[in-house]
């Protein structure tokens, strides 16, 4: 339903740009984002866009850690999703999780993980 693409091993002060396509049965894509995880820490919201009522009222929420660096955007036809990540720091190696709220009938809101795509910051 999600696949990720994008990872990988850059040098500190460095870009990478993830990407992330759903696919399958979409009536609305409500909320799609990223998260990441490092080993023996929790999943952590890195950036995600919320699909308002009207564009205008389309929103984007970041990590205070991310802020000023990341920017998620999303491009509607392709039901995609992008982290165009820059100046990385070494502590932004993890892996990033796509996530996506998803309606396919008017009635529901189905939450959706992709594999993960492995970022690794050398300092």
């Known amino acids: 339903q999600l696949q990720a693409s994008g990872g990988g091993l850059v040098q500190a002060g460095g870009s990478l740009r993830l990407s992330c396509t759903a696919s399958?049965?979409?009536?609305?894509?409500?909320?799609m984002g990223w998260y990441r995880q490092v080993p023996g820490k929790q999943r952590e919201l890195v950036a995600v866009?919320?699909?308002?009522?009207?564009?205008?009222?389309?929103?984007?929420r970041y990590a205070d850690a991310v802020k000023g660096r990341f920017t998620v955007a999303r491009d509607y036809g392709k039901n995609t999703v992008y982290l165009q990540m820059n100046r990385l720091k070494p502590e932004d190696t993890a892996v990033y999780y796509c996530?996506?709220?998803?309606?396919?009938?008017?009635?529901?809101?189905?939450?959706?993980w992709g594999r993960g795509t492995l970022v690794t910051v050398s300092s």
């Open positions: 996530n996506a709220q998803i309606s396919d009938s008017p009635w529901d809101n189905n939450e959706y």
């Open positions: 399958g049965s979409i009536l609305r894509i409500n909320v």
């Open positions: 866009a919320t699909t308002g009522t009207m564009i205008s009222d389309d929103s984007t």
